[in-house]
């Protein structure tokens, strides 16, 4: 039975010519576990907060949206907020009160449940998720894991029948994401809930989905089972470098057979079809260290005098003209170092050094003025007009300014944009001040595969013109393509500090799928590419393919 149904449905934007989403129709099926991808722009988010009447957005709709048989705007008030749930991207948006088991009854109260019932679900759902003992914590002292969950916990109480996700896992570390989408299997497996989610970490979303629904230029171009979808993306490269990397590899390598979509087939891929006679590729010249751009030196912070140090004996030193990521946990302090190294926050103890001077000793801006710039995690703090137009204007820059095509966005409200294009506007608006230093904070956070490859070869521009880069990420992908060293955060501390393929090769969790899918069998593979390359050299079993 159809739980959902979209039937020719085009919406726009106040002011704007051409729609965010034209003629789109799909079904979703009750129990279906959908995935919904496509460009940065393509009308992921507009699509799923339609089908979400409380927080649709303004501009003009037309077509028909119907739960169960019911068109969207008939439904009774307390059937839409109930049975249809909705998870933000950013768990700050969605959580309204200041205690995690106020959070969990704010939903059945709102609904006007008794206190009795209210009791038995929010305690039924917080031992379903595990969160007993933070039941009681005030939820500022979460990590973004937890609070994410928390958020999943608190629709979930209410009992909906359909649930729909945007990206939930964009500022979750590699592993508190797993955890979030092995949940999402464990509901959908466990209790039939219907899923439906846009995100652009795929690699283990395509596996466990039903079907995949991809977006390109607000147009549904395919709805189908996963292998049949990733198959009719072989000629959209800009589409395909989203998919899991054993689909990716398969066309790179211009196999036939069936796709393989998980780590395990795309392993059994690559035994069944190639030799390891050569196991590794030549390894890559290690660049020489300059001076240190940024360092750290036994930096302790806490957030309050009664609190723990979140920071702890911090020592790391980036040196200038690289690219360094810095991975690690929720709550490891990698935003935390972050601030620190812009005088956003002030340690109680050690020295932090920007090209040699420590940073009390940059007076009157001058940390600001053509040397240290931030691009925060919450690119929304940097917006201060209506218009995207007005704040590159004043920024001091035009829209071909940027190596991003950013005309398109000009007369739009920045809080009207994707997450994706909500970031490009905002790096615009950094990269005007011209630093020598960049810290980027969650930089690639919705930004599509093609865009995120755009976003490297800008980095790499950067690096070339003297720029050195600092990046707090939890995408080890991007990390593994892109970054010169990287280290990784862990209570408080940078820990194990190397360049990319050392450093991921050696890893089992925070490594890229790449990595995973040849261990034991080639060496020191942490990309795509260089598998390509590796089966390349070798020879193929016998002519045989997967």
């Not at 209790?191 to 995100?199: A, D, N, P, Q």
């Amino acid at each position: 039975m159809e739980i959902l149904t979209v039937e020719n449905l085009t919406f726009s934007y106040p002011g704007e010519t051409s729609p965010a989403i034209e003629d789109i129709s799909f079904s979703v099926r009750d129990g279906d576990f959908t995935v919904v991808c496509g460009a940065t722009g393509s009308g992921k988010s507009t699509l799923l907060r339609l089908l979400k009447r409380e927080i649709a957005p303004l501009g003009k709709c037309c077509g028909r949206i119907c739960y169960r048989g019911t068109a969207l705007d008939a439904l009774p008030e307390h059937t839409s907020a109930q049975k249809i749930g909705f998870v933000m991207q950013n768990p700050e948006q969605q959580i309204v009160t200041d205690k995690v088991w106020h959070e969990l009854a704010f939903g059945p109260e709102n609904l006007g449940w008794p206190q009795e019932t209210i009791a038995r679900k929010t305690a039924e759902m917080a031992s379903y998720f595990g969160i007993e003992h933070w039941y009681e914590k005030r939820v500022s002292e979460l990590s973004g894991g937890q609070k994410q969950l928390l958020n999943l916990a608190a629709v979930m109480v209410t009992d909906p029948d359909i649930l729909i996700l945007d990206e939930p896992c964009a500022q979750l570390d590699p592993i508190a994401a797993s955890d979030f989408i092995a949940t999402l299997k464990k509901l959908n497996r466990d209790f039939s809930l219907t899923i439906l989610i846009v995100e652009h970490r795929l690699e283990e979303l395509i596996p466990i989905c039903d079907r995949l629904l991809v977006l390109d230029a607000g147009k549904v171009l395919t709805c189908d089972t996963p292998q049949a979808a990733a198959a009719r993306l072989a000629d959209r490269p800009e589409l395909l470098c989203a998919m899991p990397t054993a689909t990716r590899l398969f066309h790179a390598l211009k196999l036939t057979g069936t796709c393989p979509l998980t780590v395990r087939d795309g392993r059994r891929m690559i035994e069944s079809a190639f030799d390891h006679t050569v196991r590794a590729l030549p390894p890559v010249p290690s660049c020489e260290h300059g001076r240190a751009a940024l360092s750290f030196e036994g930096v302790f912070f806490r957030y309050g005098r009664e609190l723990p140090d979140v920071l702890r004996d911090l020592d790391l030193t980036i040196f200038e003209n690289e690219i360094f990521c810095i991975l690690g946990g929720n709550g490891s302090g990698k935003t935390t170092a972050l601030s620190a190294a812009a005088g956003l926050r002030k340690p109680h103890t050690g020295t932090i050094r920007v090209f040699g001077k420590k940073l009390k000793d940059y007076k009157n801006g001058a940390l600001y003025r053509e040397c240290l710039a931030v691009l925060p995690q919450d690119v929304q703090t940097t917006f201060l007009k209506n218009t995207v137009a007005e704040e590159l204007a004043d920024a001091n820059i035009g829209a071909s300014d940027f190596p991003f095509d950013l005309t398109h966005l000009l007369s739009k409200h920045p809080y009207d944009l994707s997450g994706g294009e909500q970031q490009l506007v905002a790096l615009a608006k950094v990269l005007a001040t011209k630093p020598k230093l960049l810290l980027l904070d969650e930089p690639t956070k919705g930004l599509d595969a093609q865009k995120k490859a755009a976003f490297i070869q800008i980095l790499r521009r950067l690096k070339d013109r003297g720029v050195t880069i600092v990046v707090v990420t939890h995408d080890v992908e991007f990390t593994a393509a892109c970054a010169d060293r990287c280290a990784l955060f862990f209570r408080g501390q940078a820990i194990a500090a190397d360049e990319p393929t050392a450093f991921f090769a050696d890893n089992r969790f925070y490594t890229t799928a790449a990595s995973r899918m040849t261990k034991g069998y080639f060496d020191r593979t942490v990309t795509v590419e260089q598998i390509a390359a590796l089966c390349a050299l070798n020879a193929r079993k016998g002519g045989t393919t997967c």
